[in-house]
T-cell receptor, first 114, second 117 residues
Framework: AQSVTQPDIHITVSEGASLELRCNYS??????LFWYVQSPGQGLQLLLK??????LVQGIKGFEAEFKRSQSSFNLRKPSVHWSDAAEYFC????????????FGKGTMLLVSP | GAVVSQHPSWVICKSGTSVKIECRSL??????MFWYRQFPKQSLMLMAT?????????EQGVEKDKFLINHASLTLSTLTVTSAHPEDSSFYIC?????????????FGPGTRLTVT
C-alpha cells in the first residue's frame, strides 16, 4: 500500500527566511503528488500538484515543489516565508488514476517567528 | 472557486446519542464525496467514499453501522455517528469532487469537531 512520510512534525522559520518541507512516498510507481495547506477554520486548500512532466511545479501563494524520482520525494519550498504562511501542511499521494483516493502524510506544522 | 461547507463546525453530545454532520458543495455538483477523520498530530484517514444515489464504500476497519453516510443529492452528504462514545471524539472532514475521476479537483470542508462526553 502506498504511504506518505513527512518527517518533520513542526518547523519554525523566521519571517522572510526560506522554507523547505519534506515529503517522501512509498509506492511502486510514480503516483500523483499533492501539497495541501490547512488553516484553522478553513478546509484544506490545494497548493500544487504533480502528475507528470516538468519535475518543478509552481503553485499558489509563491510555493513550489520538486519531484525527485530517485529519492521518492516531493519537497515543498518557498523562498521567503510570510507570517500568514503559518499553518499545517499536508503532503498527499494518489494512484496515477483519476479515480483514486488521496493518502495523506501526518502533516507538518509551520510556525513563523518574527 | 469551489466551496464545501460543513455544519455544524463543532458539536458536543452525550455518550449514547447520535449526531449528524452535513457536508454541502455550495457552488458545484459533487458526484463523489469523501469523509475523513483526523486525530491530533495525525493525518487524515479516509473513512468512506460516497457516490450520489448509491451506498457508501467504507474503508477497512470503519464500522458502517456506526458511521452512517447518506449522499442523497449532488450537493449534500451527511455523516451520522450513531450511539456515540468518547472514542468517537475527533475532527471530521468532508470532501467533494466534481467527478469521480478528478482526483485533482477535490475540495475540502472546514471540518467538524465532535466531542462526546
Amino acid at each position: 500500500a502506498q504511504s506518505v512520510t513527512q518527517p518533520d512534525i513542526h518547523i519554525t522559520v523566521s519571517e522572510g527566511a526560506s522554507l523547505e518541507l519534506r515529503c517522501n512516498y512509498s509506492y511502486g510507481a510514480t503516483p500523483y503528488l499533492f501539497w495541501y495547506v490547512q488553516s484553522p477554520g478553513q478546509g484544506l486548500q490545494l497548493l500544487l500538484k504533480y502528475f507528470s512532466g516538468d519535475t518543478l511545479v509552481q503553485g499558489i501563494k509563491g510555493f513550489e515543489a520538486e519531484f525527485k524520482r530517485s529519492q521518492s520525494s516531493f519537497n515543498l519550498r518557498k523562498p521567503s516565508v510570510h507570517w500568514s504562511d503559518a499553518a499545517e501542511y499536508f503532503c498527499a499521494v494518489a494512484l496515477n488514476s483519476g479515480y483514486s483516493t488521496l493518502t495523506f502524510g501526518k502533516g507538518t506544522m509551520l510556525l513563523v517567528s518574527p | 472557486g469551489a466551496v464545501v461547507s460543513q455544519h455544524p463546525s463543532w458539536v458536543i453530545c452525550k455518550s449514547g446519542t447520535s449526531v449528524k454532520i452535513e457536508c454541502r458543495s455550495l457552488d458545484f455538483q459533487a458526484t463523489t464525496m469523501f469523509w475523513y477523520r483526523q486525530f491530533p498530530k495525525q493525518s487524515l484517514m479516509l473513512m468512506a467514499t460516497s457516490n450520489e444515489g448509491s451506498k457508501a464504500t467504507y474503508e477497512q476497519g470503519v464500522e458502517k453501522d456506526k458511521f452512517l453516510i447518506n449522499h442523497a443529492s449532488l450537493t449534500l452528504s451527511t455523516l451520522t455517528v450513531t450511539s456515540a462514545h468518547p472514542e468517537d471524539s475527533s475532527f471530521y472532514i468532508c470532501s467533494a469532487r466534481l467527478s469521480r475521476r478528478r482526483v485533482h479537483e477535490q475540495y475540502f470542508g472546514p471540518g467538524t469537531r465532535l466531542t462526546v462526553t
